[in-house]
């Protein structure tokens, strides 16, 4: 039996104080949250930091869970959706972030137009304190499997 395999990518809904979203500008999929693959080896949570520090140059607090996306599509993907608070450091571009900023929730919405992303955006902002869950088909997008857990 071949096991099966599945890229893992985690992603932060990050605030400041005043309670602007950071956003970077990915070169193909456009405005979107910080995300990246997790390295062999790597944990969600140290993934989840050094994908926030390499693509915009700061520092977060870590919070809660919010949803996972199932991407069934080849190559299979799990996506780990956080929400954190911003700690520090200056917005820095990379090969991954052309341009990144601090919007409103409106504008960040206005901006972010990848219909995953833009789906992935909604939910994280809606957060009410239960995770998500979403498999999808991502050409074209489309959801197949919905559920929500709430916490115990």
């Known amino acids: 039996m071949e096991h099966p395999k599945h890229v893992v ?3 932060c809904l990050i605030r ?3 309670g602007e979203v950071l956003l970077i ?3 193909r999929r456009g405005w979107e949250i910080p995300q990246g693959r997790v390295e062999e080896g790597e944990d969600l949570v140290a993934a989840a930091h ?3 520090l390499e693509e915009a ?3 977060m607090n870590l ?3 919010a ?6 599509a080849s190559p299979a993907s799990i996506i780990f959706n956080f929400l954190a608070d911003y700690r520090g450091g200056e917005l820095r571009p990379s090969e991954e972030s052309l341009e990144l ?3 409103s929730a409106e504008e960040a919405l206005g901006y972010v137009t990848h219909p995953v992303n833009l789906d992935r955006l909604r939910t994280l902002l809606a957060y009410s304190g239960s995770v998500v869950y979403r498999a999808y088909a991502p050409k074209p997008y489309q959801v197949q499997v919905e559920a929500v857990f709430s916490s115990i």
Request: proline share 7%.
């Open 9 to 11: 990518v985690v992603g």
């Open 50 to 52: 050094r994908e926030v």
């Open 67 to 72: 949803a996972v996306w199932s991407m069934t």
């Open 101 to 103: 900023g601090w919007f």
């Open 57 to 59: 140059g700061v520092e």
């Open 63 to 65: 919070g809660p869970l």
């Open 25 to 27: 500008r990915h070169p």
């Open 16 to 18: 400041n104080r005043a």
